[in-house]
């Protein structure tokens, strides 16, 4: 299986970064996304299981595989997290330089996650062959889709924005003790 993954919002998982080399790896995985409430990203995980895609998660300070991702045999979907509390935009990525170079599609995901928005994302891998998955804020959403426009091969982008206009919603002071 080709998945490199970053499992900082999985409480289940706790190392920093682990390899799925394995069916069963994928299965506790999914397990611990199911438990832990990260039910949207179940469909890349299953693509991956299924050897529709690759996925590479990159952390911040990674610079993307560029090699490695292009001699992958199967459509890739690269997913950025910047919606972990540091939301720092494309600013604070070491990838952004190369890696707005490697789409073909773009989702810019500034929304509560639905496994049908992932689903579109492997759907838009396996047409295109290379999908990048950007989780941010509502507040960090326009600057990922303008260092996105500047991509000289201009991908397809999805922009997946909240119903209310505000993502992550702040929890109300009265649920706050």
């Known amino acids: 299986m080709q998945v490199s993954f970053v499992a900082a919002d999985l409480a289940a998982l706790m190392s920093d970064t682990f390899s799925v080399t394995s069916r069963d790896d994928m299965v506790r995985v999914i397990a611990a996304c199911q438990a832990a409430g990260v039910t949207w990203r179940i469909p890349l995980l299953r693509a991956v299981m299924q050897k529709r895609i690759a996925l590479v998660e990159l952390r911040r300070e990674t610079p993307a ?27 604070g990525w070491a990838s952004v330089g190369r890696l707005q170079y ?31 998955i950007v989780e941010t804020t509502s507040g960090k959403a326009e600057s990922w889709a303008a260092w996105i426009k500047k991509a000289p091969q201009r991908p397809h982008v999805l922009m997946v924005l909240p119903r ?14």
């Open 65 to 91: 595989p560029i090699r490695d991702m292009e001699r992958m045999n199967r459509p890739v979907v690269v997913l950025l997290g910047d919606d972990d509390g540091m939301v720092t935009g494309p600013a």
């Open 102 to 132: 490697w789409p073909r599609a773009v989702m810019i995901h500034a929304a509560g996650g639905t496994a049908e928005h992932y689903q579109d994302a492997v759907a838009a891998a396996e047409v295109t062959g290379r999908c990048l």
């Open 164 to 177: 209310n206009g505000l993502h992550p919603v702040a929890p109300s002071r009265e649920g706050v003790q």
